[in-house]
């Protein structure tokens, strides 16, 4: 279900910018038989940093939707040494001549110190081919349950990687 121009997948938010209406749709662990345009299954991640005391992001897969936009499937592993209550970095979306298309918050919601977790993130507008890079641009939120504020921890000590042909970095 799409409302507002926004697709939620799981319990994992995806925010835009001006609206603040989004909805629920599918089961994040469920597969999908669509072939893969913009991912090599195969292909070596490329990492950005090195992944000691750090939160990692991984592009791990972008598959076109029946609808005509993106699914982004994003792994990520908290390498802090503390729980945080809500993670989530606002990303920028450029198309392939580097214009930015939009400006989505990806929501992780809590994030277990040492666990990795999986999401998937809907870009209703955005088709996987059109998509050139992804870019880290800021922390949305990064804290703890006592309600400490990690923004800069979450920012300096990020890795990315990606295991698609789209660049994603900071």
Do not use: Y
């Not at 390498?79 to 001549?97: E, H, K, M, P, T």
């Not at 804290?143 to 920012?155: E, H, Q």
């Amino acid at each position: 279900m799409r409302h507002g121009g926004i697709a939620l997948l799981s319990s994992v938010f995806l925010i835009f910018p001006g609206f603040s209406a989004f909805s629920q749709t599918g089961d994040a662990t469920a597969e999908t038989e669509t072939p893969l345009e913009t991912s090599t299954e195969t292909a070596e991640p490329r990492v950005q940093d090195d992944l000691g005391d750090s939160i990692l992001l991984e592009l791990n897969k972008a598959e076109p939707t029946e609808a005509g936009g993106c699914r982004l499937t994003v792994v990520t592993t908290n390498r802090l040494d503390r729980d945080l209550s809500r993670a989530a970095w606002q990303v920028a979306i450029f198309n392939g001549d580097g214009i930015v298309q939009s400006l989505p918050i990806l929501d992780f919601g809590a994030m277990v110190a040492g666990k990795t977790k999986v999401a998937m993130f809907e870009l209703p507008d955005n088709g996987c081919t059109g998509i050139g890079r992804i870019v880290v641009n800021d922390v949305a939120a990064c804290t703890t349950g006592d309600g400490d504020d990690l923004r800069d921890a979450c920012l300096t000590g990020l890795a990315t990687q990606s295991r698609t042909d789209i660049d994603f970095g900071l």
